[in-house]
């Protein structure tokens, strides 16, 4: 049975579309969704960008609010920017909820998207592995 991770930023454009691409395309097992705590209704297209050049864009992610996911019950809650990490709301059940932080890409050239990109993928899917398998 899959685990269920949500990755949480403020605007779902940018840090948790990617996080959410990186953790479904690399962990066996796990399942990731995203959303904002204030979406932004729209995925950066340098986010989409980066996602395509290493092949794990799906038409699927798209910027969202954590009431679309309510139905979901997830195993671990992940914050990627301060704001989503002060403003987490509590879940129904005893739900793990970790933060690692990432610095916003947004409204920066592309190399940053690329930057983002390889700190969520080298910091992030151990952090999630780890959380899951505790």
Same mark, same amino acid.
């Given at each position: 049975?899959?685990?269920?991770?949500?990755?949480?930023?403020? !605007?779902?454009?940018?840090?948790?579309?990617?996080?959410?691409?990186?953790?479904?395309?690399?962990?066996? !097992?796990?399942?990731?969704?995203?959303?904002?705590?204030?979406?932004? +209704? /729209?995925?950066?297209?340098?986010? /989409?960008?980066?996602?395509?050049?290493?092949?794990?864009?799906?038409?699927?992610?798209?910027?969202?609010?954590?009431?679309?996911?309510?139905?979901?019950?997830?195993?671990?809650?992940?914050?990627?920017?301060?704001?989503?990490?002060?403003?987490?709301?509590?879940?129904?059940?005893?739900?793990?909820?970790?933060?690692? !932080?990432?610095?916003?890409?947004? +409204? /920066?050239?592309?190399?940053?998207?690329?930057?983002?990109?390889?700190?969520?993928?080298?910091?992030?899917?151990?952090?999630?592995?780890?959380?899951?398998?505790?």
């Amino acid at each position: 049975m899959d685990k269920k991770v949500l990755v949480m930023c403020t !605007g779902n454009s940018c840090r948790s579309i990617i996080g959410e691409a990186l953790i479904n395309a690399k962990l066996d !097992g796990v399942q990731a969704y995203s959303c904002g705590v204030a979406p932004s +209704g /729209k995925v950066n297209p340098n986010a /989409k960008k980066i996602l395509e050049q290493n092949n794990i864009w799906s038409d699927d992610y798209h910027s969202k609010h954590l009431d679309s996911l309510l139905d979901i019950d997830f195993d671990l809650v992940v914050t990627v920017c301060d704001n989503a990490n002060e403003t987490c709301p509590m879940f129904p059940k005893k739900t793990k909820v970790i933060h690692v !932080g990432f610095e916003d890409p947004d +409204g /920066k050239e592309f190399d940053a998207f690329v930057e983002t990109y390889k700190e969520i993928e080298k910091i992030l899917l151990p952090k999630v592995r780890d959380a899951l398998s505790q």
